[in-house]
């Protein structure tokens, strides 16, 4: 049971070059969801879904896009990055309805855009 | 919507002694739930606590315990005879109840000094 896993841990761009951040669950849980963590600001929400093939914006979606295919992957695209985007990046699941409330984070993914 | 403050951006304690962070809160809804992680030099976000607000009982986690005051919408941690390894940043979270987003506090840098 690997939890949430993302790849890669670590990336750097060029401005305006595109990447996809990867992220995937094996717990099957419904709700997945990117955060960005940036110094003296915590996180916050990228992007979300609820379910495959379900998503929505979350407080600082611009500059990012995300789809839901299957329930295990939730990848997060930055299309033309910008060195605003320069951050570290969580990944996290969950599975609403149950008793346990908590959400499961990946390990990050730490980007530099030059 | 709702904010979360961590109102001290760094502290230091002495191995062994307790040490109290500080969280305020804005909603004004009465269903939700709150929550400490812990973010320790790995990147790693690990939950620490979480407090149901409906319950009036304060949660405990054997070292970790929250003073949950719903009126004041004041939600601290106490670390009890801290270790090294709680070194780390803490953060503050909140989510309503039925929604799985989850709004994080500014963090707390936490050092623990041998």
């Known amino acids: 049971n690997a939890g949430v896993t993302q790849t890669p841990k670590f990336q750097v761009l060029k401005t305006g070059q595109s990447m996809t951040l990867q992220c995937a669950q094996d717990?099957?849980?419904?709700?997945m969801s990117w955060y960005r963590q940036d110094p003296g600001m915590g996180l916050r929400l990228i992007h979300y879904?609820?379910?495959?093939?379900?998503?929505d914006q979350g407080e600082v979606p611009n500059g990012y896009n995300v789809s839901r295919s299957t329930t295990e992957d939730f990848p997060l695209r930055l299309l033309s990055a910008a060195p605003s985007q320069t951050s570290v990046y969580f990944c996290?699941?969950?599975?609403?309805?149950?008793?346990?409330?908590?959400?499961?984070f990946g390990p990050g993914t730490r980007l530099t855009v030059t | 919507a709702q904010t979360v403050t961590q109102s001290q951006p760094e502290m230091s304690v002495q191995e062994a002694e307790t040490v109290t962070l500080s969280c305020t809160y804005d909603t004004s809804e009465s269903n939700y739930y709150l929550f400490w992680y812990k973010q320790p030099p790995s990147r790693q976000m690990i939950l620490v606590i979480r407090q149901e607000a409906y319950k009036q009982q304060n949660a405990t986690e054997n070292r970790f315990s929250v003073n949950f005051q719903k009126a004041a919408k004041s939600f601290s941690l106490k670390i009890s005879d801290s270790q090294l390894g709680d070194t780390a940043m803490y953060f503050c979270a909140f989510r309503f109840f039925g929604n799985e987003k989850l709004t994080f506090g500014t963090g707390t840098r936490l050092t623990i000094i041998p």
């Open positions: 996290a699941s969950s599975s609403p309805g149950t008793a346990n409330y908590e959400q499961y």
């Open positions: 717990m099957n849980h419904e709700y």
């Open positions: 879904s609820v379910g495959a093939g379900i998503t």
